[in-house]
């Protein structure tokens, strides 16, 4: 059983920074791409950002490129989410996902492409 566990949310001012983890425990984590998405009150929940095995291979959604970096440390079964420039529209409930990959480059970017979920952490970002 696959378990991931997000940290690192919170409240910060507009133009500031957050960094997210998401630790994962259970499977071989270089196993696993993994994928962060968010939910604002309201809407249905989103693709952030994805990252392949390696980490070699990234991908962002329009509305965060250019001011989020994800990254991961296989050695650490984690996953970062380095957000910057933060802006209201930003907060969200954010969720970590894991899937095991098809390819080595594979990013998932639906929430269909992934099977394992955190429990999400806040990211309140205040005008």
């Known amino acids: 059983q696959v378990q991931l566990v997000e940290s690192g949310g919170g409240l910060v001012q507009a133009g500031g920074s957050l960094r997210l983890s998401c630790v994962v425990s259970?499977?071989?984590?270089?196993?696993?791409?993994m994928g962060w998405f968010r939910q604002a009150p309201g809407k249905e929940r989103d693709f952030v950002t994805g990252i392949s095995l390696s980490g070699g291979t990234t991908y962002y959604a329009d509305s965060i490129k250019g001011r989020a970096t994800i990254s991961r440390d296989n050695a650490k079964n984690t996953v970062y989410l380095q957000m910057n420039s933060l802006k209201p529209e930003d907060t969200a409930v954010y969720y970590c996902?894991?899937?095991?990959?098809?390819?080595?480059?594979?990013?998932?970017?639906?929430?269909?492409?992934?099977?394992?979920w955190g429990q999400g952490t806040q990211v309140t970002v205040s005008s």
């Open positions: 996902a894991g899937t095991y990959a098809l390819g080595n480059s594979y990013i998932g970017r639906l929430e269909s492409h992934y099977n394992y």
């Open positions: 259970g499977r071989t984590f270089s196993s696993i791409a």
